[in-house]
């Protein structure tokens, strides 16, 4: 059962456009919601992330918007460059799982110059 | 190191071989958690040490997983007769153990069982 669903798979944007992925969770037990950047051949490595107390959280060009009531949160890309070209996933994790991670399918992302 | 470190990179083994994969995690990070990602897809969760103690090992495929963290440091993933769906990129992630820190993943192994 796939329990963070991440649509869509794959998007295209030109340069200075601002890519939107957005991601949905069943599990009610979830309280930490990071996105995690991810370039061929790396680990992921951390983006941002947020807890359901606030609605929005911004680092840099980075946004991640959280809607608690429809289980539903998605990262926006300002001013998008051909260096974010990577693959983003989202991700969940209970209080009391340690930190174990939850993905979903990712999203391919790649800004045309 | 800086970071996480895993090694080999890459592997490839014959279909039946046994393989060790091995993580050392960033120093003093007390939790360590193993997961499997296949090409395309998100990773998934295998198997989560709390210093030498693997507390949830809920994700491992099969009975020929098996993960161990004897000093609470250092981590090593079996994979015992490998199949050819035991190929993806086995990544580790270290972090400390209060609520919400951020996990710090390694590059991965990649196994691909010919």
């Keep these: ?113 | 190191g800086a970071g996480v470190s895993q090694s080999p990179r890459y592997k490839v083994a014959k279909r039946g071989q046994d393989v060790a994969l091995r993580c050392d995690p960033i120093s003093g990070h007390v939790s360590l958690f193993w997961y499997q990602q296949a090409l395309g897809q998100g990773p998934e969760f295998l198997t989560y040490f709390q210093n030498e103690a693997q507390l949830d090992k809920s994700g491992l495929p099969s009975d020929r997983f098996f993960a161990e963290r004897p000093e609470g440091s250092v981590s090593t993933l079996k994979i015992q007769r490998t199949q050819q769906e035991d190929s993806a990129v086995y990544l580790c992630a270290s972090s400390f153990i209060y609520r919400n820190t951020e996990a710090f993943f390694g590059q991965g192994t990649r196994l691909t069982v010919v």
């Design chain 1, 1 to 113: 059962q796939q329990q963070v669903k991440q649509s869509p798979q794959s998007l295209i944007v030109q340069k200075g456009g601002i890519p939107i992925i957005n991601c949905a969770y069943e599990n009610t037990a979830f309280d930490y919601f990071p996105w995690y950047q991810q370039f061929p051949g790396k680990g992921p490595a951390l983006l941002i992330a947020i807890r359901p107390d606030v609605s929005e959280k911004k680092e840099g060009r980075f946004t991640i918007s959280f809607n608690k009531s429809a289980k539903q949160f998605s990262l926006h890309i300002m001013d998008s460059q051909p260096g974010d070209s990577a693959t983003y996933f989202c991700a969940a994790s209970e209080d009391n799982a340690g930190n174990m991670l939850t993905f979903g399918g990712g999203t391919r992302l790649m800004v045309k110059p």
